[in-house]
């Protein structure tokens, strides 16, 4: 499947999130696929990542016109998530209509070139961004910096500007 950016919508958040947005997220997908939205990219780390993953596919199974591509930066990737996580995975896995697996083995780097890749096939982020540091604020300020369309389901924090300097 070739990913048309124009009509993608990328995941980020952290590994923290227990479903505090649950409603939101579903809210969100809904109206995202309303306006146009076709494919929903998720890199299927732990928490907000695979609770989006699993909204769309709930959403798909509803009858919504979309798609789950899951981008997996690692062919291991979920090796060391506890018992329930690695069982989500597979299932998101064996469910989403497409799977990209960006390296069949881990390296220094494979988690940013997975958000570099989400960000770059996407034209919108909806995220679970609380302000604190690592990939997911790295994710957000990129596409933030690309122009990309930003729906932060967290009520934390907006970024600081200052960031970009």
């Not at 390296?103 to 940013?112: F, I, K, P, T």
Request: charged content about 20%; aromatic content about 10%; hydrophobic content about 45%.
């Amino acid at each position: 499947m070739a990913i048309n950016r124009l009509h993608s919508v990328a995941f980020t958040g952290h590994r923290t999130y227990q479903g505090e947005a649950r409603e939101a997220l579903f809210a969100c997908i809904r109206q995202l696929a309303d306006e146009g939205f076709t494919t929903f990219l998720s890199g299927m780390a732990q928490g907000f990542d695979l609770a989006a993953a699993e909204a769309v596919l709930a959403l798909r199974a509803e009858g919504l016109a979309i798609q789950l591509v899951a981008v997996v930066p690692f062919a291991s990737q979920a090796n060391n998530f506890p018992a329930t996580d690695r069982d989500r995975f597979r299932k998101i896995l064996a469910t989403a209509d497409e799977v990209i697996l960006l390296a069949s083995e881990y390296h220094r780097g494979c988690y940013q070139q997975r958000n570099d890749f989400l960000v770059d096939h996407a034209s919108v982020l909806v995220a679970w961004y609380n302000g604190s540091r690592g990939g997911t604020q790295y994710t957000f300020l990129r596409a933030l910096k690309h122009g990309l369309t930003l729906h932060n389901l967290s009520p934390a924090i907006q970024p600081d500007p200052k960031l970009f300097e």
